[in-house]
């Protein structure tokens, strides 16, 4: 093009649509110019500025991706500039990235089959372009087996093109003899509880009924004692292996209270137990992911074995704070014995020994462990001190505390266990007055807690591929670990917000 107004030639003043072609820009000064300059900027940046030392044309190839200016500074035989900008050059060479999340699907024949799902197109200069991905998925036939390429293809403005070929392996529909499996399945884990469940109620009856009968003799086992015979077994064997390491002893050492708690013949059996949880979870997810026709990945083999080793400390948590609340529920009845035996003239020995004869249930068992500890010589401070580490309740801390001054400096143990008595008793009574006066405010928080995974439960009925972008995508595991990092910071809000401290 000729600016004859301004003296100058150039071939191309801007171009502002992205092209993927070089950009060839022609510059001629005017005839009173004896020589010029001019300097290339790209993306913002100037770049090394060339020198003509005559007034000929010159030629400027940009091949490259960026966006371009030019600044050309004309001088005449004065020396005098005058300074000539051109507009925007805008040059794309790269091509749209195309993102999908496998190589290969395998899809049952008849089922609804969401082409796009999984697939994202991004381009540095356009940005997202999924909306503009094409493929020839009309042109093949899914109602057939065998395997199917499916083409990608997405293109920028500058006409910059991707293509990726993807497998679909089209399979016979198995979901008729996958849904009977899985019927059949949660039919038989159905029935296993139920038959755990009456297991565990005729035990606690024997329980009760033991004292007024006879134990006859040659016993017979039934199922579930079978059941329990060989797991001690196995854990008892892979207890002895693990013990020849150092390491395991000293990891086991952090489940001491599960031990003293509940009986268990050594930490080390607590982690064997662990151990055949992983075990059994992940022959469980083995079977699941065979009804579902799938192969287990590595990353599901892990996350079962995980989940299968912490289920043990679930477990155990949950009976310990069960524990802890019956002794604790229960330790007001036990105060109120001693002190009667107290004041009948009854040792503190005496006194323990009377608690585990007179209580059920588990104050009796640390009664019954107290009283044995006594017998063997231990002092009446250690016994009740390493109660109170054992149960880690305010109110045995405070009993074992009192029993220390009191075997130091003496004193009149009779009111000492009068006054402990009736703080427990003020105590204990507040406790179920402010229960009762929150307990609509409780059931607001549980709730409010359990509300989403409700909501997540019912959409998933509704609609099982709501929720798939979230574990089918990186974005979507990311957006996933930040919800459930809200999710736990809001549990533990509103936690503390009913959280009544006495």
């Known amino acids: 093009m000729l600016l004859e107004e301004e003296g100058y030639y150039i071939s191309v003043a801007s171009h ?59 001088y005449d035989a004065y020396d005098k500039t005058e300074t000539f900008k051109t507009g925007i050059y805008n040059v794309d060479k790269e091509a749209p990235r195309l993102e999908i999340n496998k190589e290969t699907y395998k899809v049952e ?39 199917k390429e499916v083409t990608y293809t997405v293109s920028d403005a500058a006409g910059n ?6 497998t679909f392996e089209v399979i016979e529909n198995h979901r008729a003899e996958v849904f009977l499996g899985q019927c059949t399945i949660i039919g038989v ?15 606690l009856l024997e329980k009760r009924l033991g004292k007024f009968s ?38 086991s050492n952090r489940y001491e209270k599960y031990q003293i708690a509940f009986r268990e013949s050594s930490t080390v059996d607590i982690v064997a137990k662990k151990i055949l949880m992983s075990i059994i979870f992940l022959v469980f ?67 323990v020994e009377l608690v585990s004869e007179e209580l059920e249930g588990d104050i009796r068992e640390e009664f019954l462990k107290m009283h044995k500890e006594l017998s063997m010589g231990l002092s009446v401070e250690a ?38 008595e009736k703080t427990l008793m003020n105590k204990k009574r507040l406790r179920l007055e402010l229960k009762a006066l929150t307990s609509s405010a409780r059931l607001v928080s549980y709730i409010l807690m359990l ?34 990092l809200i999710y736990l910071v809001y549990i533990y809000i509103i936690r503390q917000v009913m959280k009544v401290r006495m």
């Not at 884990?189 to 035990?203: A, M, N, P, W």
Request: aromatic fraction near 12%.
């Open 189 to 203: 884990i159905c029935l296993v509880i139920l038959l755990v469940v009456r297991y565990y109620r005729t035990l």
């Open 16 to 74: 502002e649509e992205f092209t993927r072609d070089d950009i060839v820009v022609d510059y001629q000064p005017g005839t009173g110019i004896t020589h010029y300059s001019y300097t290339i900027t790209k993306n913002g940046e100037s770049e090394e500025t060339v020198y003509i030392d005559d007034n000929s044309a010159t030629r400027i190839v940009l091949n490259e991706t960026g966006q371009y200016r030019i600044e050309f500074v004309n």
């Open 383 to 420: 016994v009740f001190g390493r109660f109170a580490d054992r149960i880690g309740i305010e109110e045995v801390n405070y009993l074992a505390s009192s029993l220390s001054i009191l075997s130091h400096t003496g004193g009149n143990i009779i009111k000492v266990f009068g006054s402990i």
């Open 451 to 484: 509300l989403p995974a409700f909501f997540i439960v019912g959409i998933s009925f509704v609609s099982p591929d709501y929720f798939l972008p979230l574990v089918s995508s990186p974005i979507g595991l990311v957006l996933l670990l930040v919800i459930l």
């Open 285 to 351: 997810t083995m079977v699941a992911s065979f009804m579902n026709l799938e192969v287990l990945s590595f990353l599901q083999m892990i996350l079962s074995l995980l989940l299968g080793y912490v289920m043990i400390d679930i477990i155990y948590f949950i009976r310990y704070k069960l524990y802890r609340n019956h002794v604790e529920n229960d330790l007001l009845q036990a105060i109120i014995i001693m002190n009667n035996a107290f004041r009948s003239g009854q040792s503190i020995s005496q006194a």
């Open 109 to 147: 024949v008849g089922t609804n089959l969401d082409i796009m799902g999984g697939v994202y197109a991004t381009d540095t200069q356009d940005g997202n372009l999924t909306s503009k991905v094409t493929t020839n998925a009309k042109e093949i036939d899914f109602d057939s087996l065998g395997e």
């Open 214 to 251: 006879l134990e006859p003799e040659g016993k017979t086992s039934n199922f579930f004692d079978r059941i329990g015979a060989i797991k001690d077994g196995i854990v008892t064997t892979l207890s002895k292996r693990l013990q020849k390491y150092t390491w395991i002893e000293y990891y």
């Open 161 to 166: 093109t991707t293509s990726r070929t993807i």
